[in-house]
Each structure stands twice: as C-alpha cells, then as structure tokens.
C-alpha cells in the first residue's frame, strides 16, 4: 500500500472559469458565470496542508470571507479528501474545515469533507508522507512523562523481542531505533499529534465520521474511485465497512500491543516489516496466527488494497476503451450522471474529464510547495452543469 508520486504543474492561480478539458475537447477559458459562484454547489480536491492556497480558492469561490469565516449562505462545499501530510498546514485546514462545517449549518449549507487515503493513514499511522512540520504542530501538548513512557516502551521492545515471534525483526530494527535516533524517528510532537489522531482524539473522532464515497446532485464523490470489485457495493455498506476495518485494524494494534509483540507508534510500514519477518521464518507463534491473519486479510479489503476507495486510479489513468464499461455500469448501479475524484493530479494541472465528460479529475495539486499546481474548483449549477473556477 502506498501513495504513488504526483505530477506538478506551474504555479500559477488564477480566477476563470473554463469549459472542461479532456481528450475530446478544447480548452477554451470564459468569463466567470456569476450565478454559479453564488449559488453553485464546490467540489475541491487534494490540499494537503497547504493552508493559505485552500483559503485563497475558498474565497474566490466566496465560501468565506477575509476574517476566514464562511461566507457561502446555503451553498454546499464538497472536499474529496488528502486535507493532510506533505504540508505543514494539515492541523490548520482541518481545524478551518470543522470550523467551516459548524458555521455552514448554522447558514442553512453545508461541508461535506470526505476521508482520503492520507486521512485514514494518520488514523492507522502510515506516516510516511507526514511532516516534521506537521509533527511540530502538536509539539507544544505533549507532554515530556509522555515521550518518558513512549521511549521506555518501544526501545524496551526492540531491545527484548519478543518469545512469540520466530523471526529476527527486532534485531534488525535495533540497528536504525535506538537510543541515539529515537527522537529522529519520533520527532517533536509525533506522540501529540497520535493522540489526536486516535479514535477518541479530535481529529480522529471527526475523521472516522467521515464518509469515503458520498452521492449528491446525480453525482458521486470519492477520492480515489470504484474499480470493479467494489464499484457494485451500495454505498452505505461501503462506507460502513471501511469504518468497520479502520476500527479493527486499530483493535488488532491493542491486542498486539497486549501481548508485548508490537508497538502502534512504530507505524504501519514497521508492521508490514514484522509480518514479512515472520512469514519468512514461518511465523508467528501461539496467539499470535489469528491476529496476524486477520491483518492479512484487511490489506484485502476496501480500506487498504490498491482497487479500494482511496487507492484505485483506474478511472484516472486506465485506458479508457478498456474501463467504458465499467464506468458505464457504475453509472448505472448507482443512477448518476457522473463521476468526480481527487487523488490523481492530473497532467494538465487543470481539472480534466475522461469518459466523454463522465469522469472528471479535480486534484490540480493545490500544494504550492509539492506540486506547484492550479488551484482549481469545480462548480456543480443548479441546472446540472458544470463549471472550473481556478
């Protein structure tokens, strides 16, 4: 499981409104349709912690106001997802949206934000795309009796091992977590920023309410998309079941943790090195098979494999004469008109459709620093038609 590299564009900002380019269309820029920036419905991608670009295109789409507040009255924002990592502003944007999100119902409209696959990885800690930045932004509430306990546990554990493992992984591990490289590994505010992204902590518990697919204006968001194998499921049941392994995954950590077999902090890549460790040295021992199991069989399920929800990039770069029907049949089982996606930059920067306008792409790398792209937002009219504000 892991995040493929995206491309950048150049940086440039700029508010227009263009038809939407794809493949069988020009480009062709015109003057902003007033009626859509009051009254459209905005679809936003990837931010990933870019906070004063996302303010910016929230203002240019006049959903907040120069002190930062929502503005939009009964318009709907719809964020696809990846608010978090690469960005040292992730804390600040998903502050500014559960903010946003108070003050627009209280407007009469409404944010809906949905879980990308970099949201879920801070909730199971896969932070390898997570910066010292981001680290740095929780450093002043932890608490030092904290990283005390956190240091004691975890070089405890690799210094010991454990009796239940038959592999060598601790060993190995040993040689780049010790005590000189602990606060490399684990920087300022990494146990902080954990806590808040546990089940129980504020942007956890806001996170785990989140949807991964979401239906609105014969439209359907998700961050990555629907391949074949989970494209048919009903929504509600998709949605559930990626909460549903989210929740155990985060089980099976306490019980791992229980049997002084593994810490959760070491993270989600540590434990893909254990349990290969262990498959190699025909592993694990005693209690240890059904937890290891049941691990195995959720990196096949809709939160982590590749044609998940917050992974698939099929309907972004698949061929097109290939998937046609599988698109058309997603149209079909959940009677929308179109789909729209976040998670794959699109070459252009721009927003850009496939499938004869049926697919539209609405990650332009926002990420000045990462990406350098347009920022970019998508307008759903009240008439069914769309429109780009960049």
Not at 275 to 300: N, Y
Request: hydrophobic content about 40%; charged content about 30%.
């Amino acid at each position: 499981m892991a995040s493929i590299p995206l491309r950048a564009g150049p940086a440039l900002l700029l508010l227009v409104t263009a038809t939407l380019p794809g493949a069988e269309t020009k480009k062709e820029k015109r003057a902003p349709s007033p009626e859509a920036l009051r009254t459209a419905t905005v679809a936003m991608g990837d931010v990933h912690g870019d906070l004063e670009t996302f303010r910016v295109l929230l203002r240019k789409a006049g959903l907040i106001d120069a002190r930062g507040r929502w503005s939009g009255g009964s318009r709907t924002l719809i964020q696809t997802g990846d608010v978090c990592d690469r960005g040292p502003g992730s804390r600040a944007v998903l502050d500014l949206l559960m903010t946003l999100e108070k003050e627009a119902a209280e407007a009469g409209g409404r944010v809906v934000v949905l879980m990308g696959n970099h949201e879920a990885m801070n909730v199971f800690g896969d932070l390898r795309y997570t910066t010292r930045g981001e680290f740095a932004a929780f450093a002043d509430e932890e608490r030092p009796e904290v990283r005390i306990l956190r240091r004691e546990e975890i070089l405890g554990l690799v210094r010991r091992g454990s009796p239940l493992l038959a592999g060598k992984y601790y060993r190995s591990l040993a040689a780049s977590l010790n005590e000189k490289t602990f606060d490399d590994v684990f920087p300022p505010g990494f146990f902080a920023h954990r806590a808040a992204f546990s089940p129980d902590g504020r942007y956890g518990k806001w996170l785990l309410g989140r949807e991964a697919v979401h239906e609105e204006k014969r439209t359907l968001f998700v961050h990555g998309g629907l391949g074949p194998r989970f494209g048919a499921w009903n929504l509600d049941d998709l949605n559930r079941r990626i909460k549903r392994d989210l929740l155990e995954y985060l089980d099976l950590m306490t019980k791992l943790e229980e049997l002084k077999v593994f810490h959760r902090d070491l993270g989600y890549t540590e434990l893909g090195n254990l349990l290969a460790a262990e498959r190699a040295a025909r592993g694990p021992r005693g209690d240890l098979g059904p937890i290891f199991r049941k691990l195995e069989a959720l990196s096949d399920g809709p939160l982590l494999a590749a044609d998940g929800p917050f992974w698939y990039r099929g309907l972004a770069l698949g061929r097109e004469a290939a998937l046609a029907k599988h698109v058309e049949r997603l149209l079909r089982v959940h009677d929308v008109d179109r789909i729209v996606l976040g998670h794959t930059t699109t070459a252009s920067s721009r927003i850009e459709t496939r499938f004869g306008k049926r697919v539209v792409l609405i990650d332009t790398g926002l990420n000045q620093d990462a990406f350098g792209g347009r920022p970019s937002a998508l307008l759903l009219t009240r008439e069914g038609g769309l429109e780009v504000l960049e």
